[in-house]
């Protein structure tokens, strides 16, 4: 498998914008036209984000907040996966492991000894994907009262 992270442009926004979890899912993840209206509303979280493609077609997309300085518990960070959303035609291929494995490369090169994450804990949620890549829990909650994961980068 060769997932690229590439950028947003005009050429694949509209790919990106009709990625769609299965159904169910969007009460953990939402949408990436609602991701993209976030990173606009909230820049001082620094959004970082990437379609995720395999050959020239996008499977999912990533947004993380990039080295900002956390203001718990609305602010996470300094490194923050803050959006995941793999295709739903696309799900059960290892693409989203294997984003949170190169996103964490990629922070770890900046200096990162963690990334972290939260996730809404209720039945066909995130929790055991997050764990089973090697997050753990910190005992902190976000703002919306999410537990707070951290996968150690060192």
Known sequence: MELILREITDGNRDAILALRVA??????????????????EYPQANPWCR???????????????????????????????????????RQGRGYGAEAVRQVAALVRAEGATELLTSYLPEDGGPAGFYRRLGFVP?????????????LALS
Request: proline share 10%; hydrophobic share 40%.
């Open 138 to 150: 910190t005992g902190e909650f976000d703002g919306n009262g999410e537990p707070i994961v951290r």
């Open 23 to 40: 159904p169910g899912q969007e009460r953990f993840v939402g949408s990436v036209r609602r991701a993209l209206a976030d990173a606009e």
């Open 51 to 89: 379609a995720l493609c395999v050959g020239n077609g996008p499977v999912g997309f990533v947004m993380v907040s990039w080295n900002v300085r956390p203001e718990p518990p609305n602010l996470i960070g300094p490194w923050f996966l803050w959006k995941l959303i793999i295709d739903e035609r």
